[in-house]
């Protein structure tokens, strides 16, 4: 049950992990102050309630999935080096050491 | 790890945290408003009886019978802090044995969104006005004032009470109990 939701990619890279924070600061921040106003103004506090909570809900439609404009800047990864490439000096080391370790 | 869940915890802390600045932010609004407003008191009936109490002291004490009017607009005291108000009518006094006695009389509960102007006439007191002995009889100077409890939204609870306040004497004598 868990696996399957665990194969549902959704991871963004650094940098849209940091505009996803900043958007829904930003959207309850200001849902906050029309709210705060809205309800001051016409002597409500419940309506500064409704306001905020749509503010959330609005904020968590656009940053909880991973939505593209969060994955556009993938890390670059070193590419594979294939192991034929490695030095030829290291290996016996390695030979010797998986040796000691049987 | 940033996943689906650490974004949402994080969203939710946020948003909590706003909500409750909102909130002090509306304690903050109303916190120093002047909760007073003018209040009309007027006693049409004194009735005065010396009955048994059964609750107190087994001896016969004073019992006071009153019928009033009441009138006040209570709209300034509502603004977006208030949820209710509960008004309630004292009746203050001083006897040989004790220098303050209090008793409320009467109490109405006032929603928000409700009628707030208050204009009751002939209004018989809702609970017994019993002193503990024989204080009321010939007493000069008993003051009736109508006070509210403010209750918020967040914030202090206040207890304000209402200016115009009305002091009246009780008469010297016991109306006789009629045997039917």
């Keep these: 049950m868990l696996s399957i939701f665990k194969s549902i990619p959704s991871h963004m890279d650094y940098k849209g992990q940091k505009l996803a924070e900043q958007i829904f600061q930003g959207i309850i921040l200001i849902s906050a102050v029309i709210g705060f106003v809205y309800g001051l103004i016409i002597e409500q506090f419940g309506w500064t309630v409704y306001i905020v909570l749509a503010g959330f809900v609005v904020s968590c439609v656009l940053t909880l999935p991973p939505w593209p404009m969060y994955r556009q800047n993938p890390l670059s990864w070193q590419p594979i080096i294939p192991e034929t490439s490695a030095e030829p000096s290291q290996k016996p080391q390695e030979a010797l050491k998986k040796k000691k370790h049987k | ?180």
């Excluded at chain 2, 409750?20 to 007073?36: E, M, S, W, Y």
Aim: hydrophobic letters at 40%.
């Design chain 2, 1 to 180: 790890m940033n996943t689906v869940l650490s974004r949402a915890n994080s969203l939710f802390a946020f948003s909590l945290s706003v909500m409750a600045a909102l909130t002090f932010g509306c304690f903050v609004t109303t916190a120093f408003k002047d909760r007073r407003v003018p209040v009309d008191i007027h006693v049409s009936k004194v009735m005065l009886k010396n009955v048994d109490d059964f609750t107190g002291p087994r001896e016969r004490s004073d019992l006071g019978f009153l019928t009033f009017d009441l009138s006040s607009d209570l709209q300034p005291i509502f603004d977006w802090n208030v949820k209710q108000l509960f008004l309630y009518l004292s009746a203050e006094y001083a006897t040989r044995s004790n220098a303050l006695n209090q008793v409320v009389l009467w109490d109405k509960i006032v929603l928000r969104g409700e009628n707030t102007k208050l204009n009751l006439r002939d209004v018989k007191s809702k609970y017994f006005f019993f002193d503990d002995g024989n204080g009321l009889r010939a007493n000069k100077n008993i003051t009736l004032t109508l006070s509210w409890n403010v209750v918020p939204n967040a914030g202090i609870l206040p207890l304000v009470a209402g200016s115009g306040h009305v002091s009246l004497p009780f008469p010297e004598s016991y109306e006789t109990t009629k045997s039917y």
